[in-house]
Nanobody
């Protein structure tokens, strides 16, 4: 199983980025996909999660209304659309898979992790 995250980069405050995370090795269409992030000097934190059908989406309070998680099961890929970016969003963003159909917000609820993609927001 491999998770390949992409789409990170340098953007000015107020800008947008779209992260992608493609999974390979097997289909994960029936499992929850999530995004976490780790800012310099801080612990990794939950950002967003989406269940297998997309009917349930959870967001951290800090990104509600600005970020949108979505998925394309045919492509085994999950996305994170990030709008109105703030310097506080600067972090290494990780995608993860939870081998359950229900969503989760804790790191220990996720079974597979990608390598991370760096998002830097300048003020």
């Amino acid at each position: 199983v491999q998770l390949q995250a992409s789409g990170g980069g340098l953007v000015q405050a107020g800008g947008s980025l779209r992260l992608s995370c493609a999974a390979s090795g097997r289909s994960f269409s029936t499992y929850t996909r999530g995004w976490f992030r780790q800012a310099p000097g801080k612990e990794r934190e939950f950002v967003a999660a989406i269940n297998y059908s997309g009917s349930t989406r959870n967001y951290a309070d800090s990104v509600k209304g600005r970020f949108t998680i979505s998925r394309d099961n045919a492509k085994n890929t999950v996305y994170l659309q990030m709008n109105s970016l703030e310097p506080e969003d600067t972090a290494l963003y990780y995608c993860a898979i939870r081998m359950r159909c229900s969503t989760g917000v804790s790191e220990d609820e996720y079974d597979y992790w990608g390598q991370g993609t760096l998002v830097t927001v300048s003020s």
